[in-house]
Each structure stands twice: as structure tokens, then as C-alpha cells.
């Protein structure tokens, strides 16, 4: 009887998400879209990594007002794909959230960097962004194509905003 309401129970916690591992990623040049990520990664009780570039960028380089400041050439080229610095891995994860700055209404290509480099079969992946004046647009739905295998939830603008309030957006996705 003892090992019939065990299984029930680690079956309902199964089915409820309860051992899902979710993860959350970001890419931050200035600190902004870090604070979100940590926030609401803190909130939810999950992992947090940091995609690390080869190339720190420094204050010239993103200067959007100069078009040969490095974040214009590579926002520019569309098979532009910055090394990264540091080796990531979410294979142990069920739901991976992608947190990142928006340039140029799309995601730094070190993001893509990041995407094409893992395995997402079997995982949900949601983006989260931050942003000086434009919206998340279609950057998630673009990264998720890079996400080979993903189930793309969806993705959200989060510059303002609590680490609660990302939990109940992320919670809702996932319902």
C-alpha cells in the first residue's frame, strides 16, 4: 500500500511540473537585462547562467548611432555569430528562458551564438527581453527557429517589471 501512494504522488508531481528544471540564460552589455534575468530567476527558484562574449563590449562598440560601431556591423549581418567566452550547457533543463537586450529590433547575435549551440530537443524555450524604446517584436519567434526542436512559448518585453511579475508571466506559458 506504502509503495502505491508513493508512486500516485511521484506521479502527480511528475505531471505537475514539480521536478521540472527550468533555467534561465542572458546576454547583458550594460547590466540592465542582467538585473532582470537575476530578479526573476530568484523569483522562480531557478538556475541562472551568463552567456559570457569573447569580446567585452565596450562603449564604442555599442554606439548605434555609428554604423561601424561593432554592434551595427554585427546587427547588420545576418550570419554574424560573436564567439562566447564561457561553455554553456542546458541539456539538464526542461525550460530554458533566453534573456537578452534588444538591438536593432532583434536579438545580439551572440544570442543566436548561444541558441545554435545546444541541443533544445524536448524543451521550452521563452524569451525575455529589455529594451530602450522597442518592443520584443518578432525576436523570440526569430531566435526560436534557431532552437532546433524547441516548443517556443513565448516571449515578452520585461524593462520594467519585478521578478514577480516574470514568474507570473512564465507560469502562465506554461500552464
Known amino acids: 500500500m506504502k509503495k502505491l501512494i508513493l508512486t500516485l504522488l511521484l506521479g502527480g508531481f ?37 552567456i559570457q562574449p569573447v569580446h567585452k563590449y565596450t562603449d564604442a ?14 546587427c547588420n549581418d545576418p550570419k554574424s ?13 526542461d525550460t530554458v528562458v533566453v534573456c537578452y537586450p534588444i538591438w536593432w529590433a532583434y536579438a545580439p547575435k551572440i544570442v543566436y ?3 545554435e549551440s545546444q541541443n533544445w530537443s524536448g524543451k521550452k524555450m521563452i524569451t525575455l527581453c529589455t529594451s530602450g ?15 532546433k526542436g524547441a516548443d517556443f ?5 520585461f524593462t520594467r517589471g519585478s521578478g514577480a511579475d516574470v514568474k507570473k508571466y512564465i507560469e502562465g506559458l506554461l500552464k
Not at 20 to 44: D, L
Open 61 to 74: 562598440d555599442l554606439d548605434w548611432h555609428d554604423k561601424k560601431s561593432l554592434s551595427s556591423i554585427e
Open 14 to 50: 511528475i505531471m505537475t511540473g514539480a521536478f521540472a528544471k527550468t533555467a534561465f540564460v542572458y546576454f547583458s552589455a550594460t547590466g540592465t537585462t542582467e538585473r532582470m534575468a537575476k530578479n526573476a530567476a530568484k523569483e522562480m527558484g531557478a538556475d541562472i547562467f551568463e
Open 113 to 115: 551564438t548561444f541558441v
Open 133 to 147: 524604446g522597442s518592443s520584443l517584436g518578432r525576436s523570440g519567434k526569430d531566435l526560436s527557429k534557431f532552437a
Open 153 to 157: 512559448k513565448g516571449g515578452k518585453d
Open 81 to 93: 555569430r560573436p564567439a562566447i567566452a564561457n561553455k554553456l550547457d542546458i541539456s539538464g533543463y
